[in-house]
């Protein structure tokens, strides 16, 4: 199981870290902590040095009820700050957080290697046409609604199938725009109640597509820290606590906020399958 981001393959057969970096006030954990070219590029560099093989950048934050933000500004987050990390770190694998088209191509353009689009192409009618353009690995995320009204879009009969219709659907989409490498984001916490979060992530191995790769994201989210009533800063040890579940339950790609953490839960589980 592979992935081509810009000409250099990427073996999934040993599960891989993905770190976060937001470029947004308002996100729900570290809103605000990377908004100087300096304070970046020392954060790119501990994850890269943590053993990140991919950074995921967002300059739209996708937490409940999030504010808007225009095209212009997301580009102006984003674009510089991709150019700015490979001049640093030419070798960077960049993922962009996105689901707007114009940011996907922008940002491709100036060096990303992966598209992550938390709508899967619902939110932009030409994303997937442009991502096929670009031939650029896709994550496509569940999710009902925007993140102004995904809360109020719980309403399952059945949550996981629910999650598979969706997916089968979307991925034959896309695959008719001709796009070759997928990985699928089951959407912890996006138009999900707690409950229905666990449920997910105990059945996590039925979202297991004709052998696309899975990526979760669960790092401090609030089925962890609602859960045991604290708080995103005090969520680390449920956030290794999943994710060694997630693995175990074939998970590829980690999109976490803390990467030293997360490559060791990935050396022990890999010792467990040894």
């Given at each position: 199981?592979?992935?081509?981001?810009?000409?250099?393959?990427?073996?999934?057969?040993?599960?891989?870290?993905?770190?976060?970096?937001?470029?947004?006030?308002?996100?729900?954990?570290?809103?605000?902590?990377?908004?100087?070219?300096?304070?970046?590029?020392?954060?790119?560099?501990?994850?890269?040095?943590?053993?990140?093989s991919f950074?995921?950048?967002?300059?739209?934050?996708?937490?409940?009820?999030?504010?808007?933000?225009?095209?212009?500004?997301?580009?102006?987050?984003?674009?510089?700050?991709?150019?700015?990390?490979?001049?640093?770190?030419?070798?960077?694998?960049?993922?962009?957080?996105?689901?707007?088209?114009?940011?996907?191509?922008?940002?491709i353009n100036?060096?990303?290697?992966?598209?992550?689009d938390i709508?899967?192409?619902?939110?932009?009618?030409?994303?997937?046409?442009?991502?096929?353009?670009?031939?650029?690995?896709?994550?496509?995320?569940?999710?009902?609604?925007?993140?102004?009204?995904?809360?109020?879009?719980?309403?399952?009969?059945?949550?996981?199938?629910?999650?598979?219709?969706?997916?089968?659907?979307?991925?034959?989409?896309?695959?008719?725009?001709?796009?070759?490498?997928?990985?699928?984001?089951?959407?912890?916490?996006?138009?999900?109640?707690?409950?229905?979060?666990?449920?997910?992530?105990?059945?996590?191995?039925?979202?297991?597509?004709?052998?696309?790769?899975?990526?979760?994201?669960?790092?401090?989210?609030?089925?962890?820290?609602?859960?045991?009533?604290?708080?995103?800063?005090?969520?680390?040890?449920?956030?290794?606590?999943?994710?060694?579940?997630?693995?175990?339950?074939?998970?590829?790609?980690?999109?976490?906020?803390?990467?030293?953490?997360?490559?060791?839960?990935?050396?022990?589980?890999?010792?467990?399958?040894?």
């Open positions: 199981m592979t992935l081509n981001c810009n000409g250099k393959l990427v073996d999934l057969s040993k599960p891989k870290v993905m770190g976060i970096l937001n470029l947004t006030p308002d996100s729900f954990y570290d809103g605000g902590s990377y908004s100087e070219e300096v304070t970046i590029l020392s954060r790119v560099k501990t994850m890269l040095e943590e053993g990140a950074i995921d950048i967002g300059g739209y934050s996708s937490r409940p009820n999030a504010d808007d933000v225009s095209l212009d500004e997301e580009l102006q987050r984003v674009v510089p700050t991709i150019e700015a990390i490979l001049k640093e770190f030419p070798e960077t694998l960049i993922s962009i957080d996105t689901f707007r088209s114009k940011v996907a191509k922008e940002a100036a060096g990303a290697s992966l598209v992550n709508s899967a192409g619902h939110l932009d009618n030409a994303m997937l046409m442009t991502v096929a353009q670009l031939k650029a690995p896709y994550i496509m995320m569940h999710m009902r609604g925007t993140p102004q009204t995904m809360q109020q879009q719980t309403d399952y009969d059945n949550v996981l199938k629910a999650i598979n219709f969706y997916f089968s659907e979307r991925i034959a989409k896309a695959r008719d725009f001709g796009i070759a490498d997928l990985i699928i984001d089951p959407g912890f916490g996006f138009a999900k109640t707690i409950e229905q979060n666990f449920e997910l992530l105990n059945e996590l191995d039925v979202l297991k597509f004709a052998g696309l790769p899975l990526l979760v994201g669960l790092s401090r989210k609030s089925m962890i820290y609602k859960s045991l009533n604290s708080s995103a800063k005090e969520a680390l040890n449920g956030t290794s606590v999943l994710n060694t579940i997630a693995l175990q339950k074939g998970a590829n790609i980690l999109r976490v906020h803390d990467v030293k953490e997360a490559m060791e839960c990935i050396k022990l589980v890999g010792l467990l399958n040894c």
